[in-house]
């Protein structure tokens, strides 16, 4: 239902259509070009030729103006009739009237009956040798009750602004519909590539995590996008991977001995001829629960550890007591194994971290070392500062690790070949490498020919922005 409804969502909500609204932004900013484009040309062109006309006009004025309060009516009637001599185009009018509107001077017969002497500029239609003219004309009260019109023949220019408006319309409506085609495309694309986002969204949802969003290869800001989710859905993968195997280790890891504990108990329960069988049966099946209790207790830690929660305890510290302390430790154990611990320890080893976790890690992997060394090999522990890296380095002559399992060996519950006799719940290096990321470090796994060599890395400063990188994956380890 849900998929029919994101299939349908665009068809009856258009208007709320991100595609719709994209196509419409671009419709609107092509017509507002378009615009601006016809509107410059109309400046530039008609609007140019009625600048030059008013222009003309206004100059011709000035100066019968001057020349009739310098001379008088005659000085203009002689300059109005050297006009009309010199106008080679016949485009000019003049035309000077006595206060009774007789004509004294100009190339018209009498005074246009239908312009007006309460307005300065003014269009008149006239008959000019029998052929109809637009003149466009500017009207002036002269000292004395005299009157004059100057003007232009503005017809060429009327029928260039005519046909400049149905060039315009018709560009218009070319404008209109090359916009809405450009939309309807800029839409399509639109909608092509979030519906193949939508798509994959919908098939991820629904349980199929190999699909990905389509790379078009135009290395743009969709295939930026695409390449984004695509990462994303990888890490996601992975991380359900991770939880599979967790789930499917801890279901087979935790069977045995919750089976185990259960047959004692019962086997007690229906053999069992006194008290002290009783509680020899109870003693066991105990063992085998706190073994449980034990790995869940392991879990919540590394979930701990992974999230961050103990950050906020991080300080300065000197770890090389601490270290030294962790050597005598399990230098007795070692002895009691049959084994010899090498320790080479610097004297200083200034940290910043969370010290018991910090002890914790190392205590996990002189654990590992001290449980798959052979009787009378040499465990090696070294630490040292290198740079502004603290490494500290456990190594031991064992079987080792394979190459190929040695990028399994961080991940919960995972054990090799050689770990599957030894007792444990494959979660030690788990706990080793969530620490390290915590600590914005991590470890380093490599073959100590023979036997396995494990060296953690961290910084020996905080570092800005520090967090954890263990939730990238549930990878989590041999123990």
Request: aromatic share 6%; glycine share 10%.
């Amino acid at each position: 239902m849900s998929q029919a409804t994101a299939v349908s969502r665009p068809q009856g909500h258009l208007l709320k259509s991100a595609g719709v609204r994209f196509g419409v932004i671009y419709a609107a900013l092509f017509g507002i070009s378009a615009a601006a484009l016809a509107a410059f040309l109309w400046w530039s062109t008609a609007g140019l030729l009625e600048r030059q006309t008013v222009a003309a006009i206004d100059s011709d004025s000035e100066a019968l103006i001057g020349q009739f309060l310098q001379g008088g009516p005659k000085a203009v009637m002689v300059a109005i009739k050297d006009r009309v001599a010199g106008n080679i185009n016949d485009d000019a009018l003049y035309l000077l009237v006595d206060p009774g509107f007789q004509v004294m001077e100009g190339n018209l017969n009498a005074w246009p009956p239908r312009m007006p002497v309460d307005e300065d500029w003014g269009k008149l239609k006239l008959d000019r040798a029998g052929v109809p003219t637009l003149m466009q004309v500017h009207y002036f009260e002269l000292p004395g009750g005299f009157h004059m019109l100057v003007g232009r023949d503005i017809a060429v220019r009327s029928r260039l602004g005519l046909m400049m408006e149905g060039a315009l319309l018709w560009a218009a409506a070319i404008a209109v519909i090359l916009g809405s085609v450009g939309a309807w495309a800029v839409r399509g694309l639109f909608r092509a590539t979030i519906s193949d986002v939508s798509a994959t969204a919908m098939a991820i949802s629904a349980g199929d995590l190999s699909r990905r969003v389509r790379v078009q290869g135009q290395d743009d800001e969709f295939d930026l996008l695409a390449e984004t989710i695509n990462d994303m859905l990888e890490r996601i993968s992975r991380l359900m991977d991770g939880v599979r195997q967790v789930s499917n280790a801890i279901a087979h890891d935790l069977r045995t001995p919750i089976t185990r504990a259960r047959t004692r108990l019962e086997d007690a329960y229906q053999h069992a001829t006194g008290e002290a069988e009783l509680r020899a049966a109870v003693e066991r099946a105990m063992a085998d629960l706190d073994g449980i209790v034990g790995v869940f207790q392991a879990l919540l830690r590394i979930s701990e550890i992974e999230a961050g929660a103990r950050r906020s305890a991080f300080a300065p510290l000197e770890l090389a007591p601490v270290l030294t302390d962790l050597v005598e430790l399990y230098d007795a154990a070692a002895e009691e194994a049959g084994m010899t611990l090498d320790a080479s320890i610097a004297d200083t080893l200034p940290a910043f971290g969370d010290r018991d976790m910090i002890q914790q890690a190392v205590a996990n992997l002189l654990d590992n070392a001290i449980k798959f060394s052979p009787t009378g090999g040499v465990i090696t522990v070294a630490a040292g500062i290198e740079g502004s890296t603290l490494r500290i380095v456990v190594a031991d002559q064992g079987a080792g690790i394979p190459e190929p399992d040695r990028l399994r060996a961080t991940e919960r519950f995972f054990r090799g070949e050689a770990a599957r006799s030894t007792p444990g719940s494959g979660l030690g290096l788990a706990l080793v490498q969530a620490v390290a990321h915590l600590h914005g470090g991590e470890i380093e796994l490599s073959d100590a020919g023979p036997g396995l060599r494990a060296c953690l890395l961290m910084p020996i400063k905080p570092q800005d922005g520090l967090r954890s990188r263990a939730s990238d994956s549930l990878r989590i380890g041999r123990d």
